[in-house]
């Protein structure tokens, strides 16, 4: 990274300097909360990542503390991986919410969270049928309906609304059903892209295209047998015995 920094620093042209730095900025941010989360299961306290950070140990558990969530929650006694890149979408999808000043995240917020992840083959897929982060941001909000007192009601402790909650817990279902052994972004999309009601595809038919295209896109960036994640992107393993328990890492 320090030779990546003198790099950067070294390029000549102020517009290409700042490009290479805004992209060494998003490859910082990715790569620091799997460090985060790497440390913390070494036996690392909050007190000593906060400190590593140069912040507070507030601040710290405020801005990490999504790592440890149970947003994704899988059936009682049954192992799956987490990835990374999973984990962020949820994260990005509360950022999202919390920008158009939504009480909880809902399914629009997590189709942006997924086009925040550029590198998976989810926002490949949809990037490649006109569907990117910028189209999204600008239909979404002609087509984000709000959510009623019931919705608000059913939304849980973490903020997750029930629609969005029915998303998760189908993203669950398609990894056993297709025995991947892990949670990943392309099983968000696909658990999207189930229910024609849902506000995420109601901004994907705003942009021209349907859910039986993006499929068909996303079986060809994606194939069954998907090469190995690198390694700030290999998966955590997670073992859930409870909705109302914290989720265990190893």
Known sequence: MEQLARE?????DPDTALRALTALRQELDATEPELVLRALQDGASWSQVARALGIT???AHRKYRFLFEHAIT????????????????IQYAREE??????????????????LRCERSAAAKALNAVGVTLERARASLHTTLPGLTSEQLES????????QARLILERAVREAVQRGDGHIGVEHLLL???????NGAVQTLEDLKTVP?????QLEI????????LPPEEQPTMVHVTSRRRPVSTS
């Open 8 to 12: 950067v620093v070294q390029i000549t």
């Open 57 to 59: 140990k507030q601040a």
């Open 74 to 89: 899988v059936p009682a006694s049954t192992k799956l991986q987490v990835t990374g890149e999973a984990r962020r979408t």
């Open 97 to 114: 919410a919390k920008r158009l000043q939504q009480p909880a995240v809902g399914t629009e917020h997590i189709l942006l969270g997924i």
């Open 155 to 162: 939304a849980g402790t973490d903020g997750i609304s029930q």
């Open 191 to 197: 658990a999207l892209l189930v229910d024609s009601r």
């Open 212 to 216: 039986a295209r993006v499929k068909r």
């Open 221 to 228: 960036d994606w194939p069954a047998a998907a090469p190995a």
